[in-house]
């Protein structure tokens, strides 16, 4: 598989490889860290719980992009039922997580370059060897964009877009 290429819009520059765009946390979760613990919020890299009513754990939304083999993966965090996040914690570390199925979560992180993708309704597939989950937009949301590019991938351009208005070292937001 050769390395994914594109030129930023912004710079210039050639890139190679995809870039990675990732979120520290829900975007439920309390910003300063008096806040977080006056809402007994807790937070680690993979899951999070605000006043033991909110559970969220990070999944990885993958988005093929058109014209390549590769996929760009979104690092995303999803909010589950109680009991699915029990049933999640409990398997968590075990190399054949995927054995407890897919849930049902809620996506919990605004994307760049979409209509809003806060509270999109999600299948969330565990996944083995303590990989992060796999997140798939439902398809009662079929016109939104996401879902679309989930299915039929991302035009290059669009990965390009993003890149120089959120990741460029030159745009002013990296």
Request: charge should be negative.
């Amino acid at each position: 598989m050769e390395p994914f290429t594109f030129t930023c819009p912004c710079c210039g520059e050639e890139i190679t490889g995809l870039p990675d765009v990732g979120y520290d946390a829900p975007a439920y979760y309390p910003g300063a860290p008096e806040e977080a613990e006056t809402q007994q919020a807790t937070l680690t890299s993979d899951l999070c719980t605000i006043a033991g009513e909110d559970f969220f754990i990070r999944a990885l939304c993958l988005v093929p992009i058109q014209g390549s083999d590769q996929e760009f993966g979104w690092g995303v965090w999803v909010s589950l039922s109680k009991e699915n996040f029990q049933r999640y914690s409990e398997s968590y570390g075990d190399p054949d997580q995927s054995k407890i199925g897919p849930m049902f979560g809620w996506f919990s992180n605004r994307l760049p370059g979409y209509p809003d993708t806060l509270s999109l309704q999600t299948t969330v597939v565990p996944q083995d060897n303590n990989q992060r989950p796999l997140v798939y937009i439902n398809e009662v949301h079929q016109d939104h964009p996401l879902f679309a590019e989930q299915r039929e991938g991302m035009p290059q351009d669009k990965l390009a877009k993003l890149y120089a208005e959120h990741l460029c070292h030159r745009s002013g937001s990296a």
